[in-house]
């Protein structure tokens, strides 16, 4: 039963265009929601993360939405860059101490 | 240590075979979580350690998975009788406090332990 859904396994971005990485979760109890990026061979790290009291949070060129209702978080990445090649994985979690919960991984790919 | 070390980087066994992978977290954070990411995967929560609480070991897939935490510091996760299905990366993660990160910089992954088992 995966709670958290990456339905692309792999996006492709031209350069300076925007990239949105999408994310589906079926728990209603999850209050916590993060993405994380990972390069080949390290592991993974923390990128930007959103409360389920608010709909958006930025931190410069990444943006995360959240839609409590449908229960979908987006990533948004403007301008997209080369060194965003990565894989991203959306999280989340129920609650202050409680284990948080990964998708499969989008990859993305800034292309030229 | 600046990170989270984990050992050995690489590891190759045959099935039915035991394997111990040991995780050394930041000194001082309380939480330590493992996960595995299998070929195509994604990262599956495996256990969950937090402080002195009983850890949270509903993501162990079979009685063949068990981990420990010494001290509240270094962790080992010991796979008894491995099958080819436990071929995979696993990952140790150590946080300061525990849960979701409120912030950024407050989950630490390790460089992770390939396991192949043949």
């Known amino acids: 039963d995966q709670q958290v859904k990456q339905n692309s396994p792999s996006l492709s971005v031209q350069e300076g265009r925007i990239s949105i990485l999408n994310c589906d979760y079926t728990?209603?109890?999850?209050?916590?929601f993060l993405w994380y990026k990972k390069y080949p061979a390290e592991g993974p790290t923390f990128l930007i993360s959103?409360?389920?009291?608010?709909d958006k949070n930025e931190d410069g060129r990444f943006t995360v939405f959240l839609n409590k209702s449908a229960k979908h978080l987006s990533l948004h990445i403007v301008p997209s860059q080369p060194g965003d090649s990565a894989v991203y994985f959306c999280?989340?979690?129920?609650?202050?101490?409680?284990?948080?919960?990964f998708g499969s991984g989008t990859r993305l790919s800034i292309r030229p | 240590g600046a990170g989270v070390s984990q050992s050995p980087s690489n590891k190759v066994t045959e099935k039915g075979k035991d394997v111990e992978l040991r995780c050394d977290p930041i000194?001082?954070?309380?939480?330590l979580y493992w996960y595995r990411q299998s070929l195509g995967q994604g990262l599956e929560f495996l256990i969950y350690f937090q402080g002195n609480s009983a850890p949270d070991k509903s993501g162990l897939p079979s009685d063949r998975f068990s981990a420990e935490r010494t001290g509240g510091s270094v962790s080992t996760l010991t796979i008894q009788r491995t099958q080819q299905e436990d071929s995979a990366v696993y990952l140790c993660v150590s946080s300061p406090s525990g849960g979701a990160p409120r912030g950024p910089d407050t989950q630490y992954f390790g460089p992770g332990t390939r396991l192949t088992v043949l």
């Open positions: 728990n209603s109890m999850f209050d916590y």
């Open positions: 000194s001082g954070h309380t939480a």
């Open positions: 959103i409360s389920s009291i608010k």
């Open positions: 999280a989340a979690s129920a609650g202050s101490a409680s284990k948080i919960i």
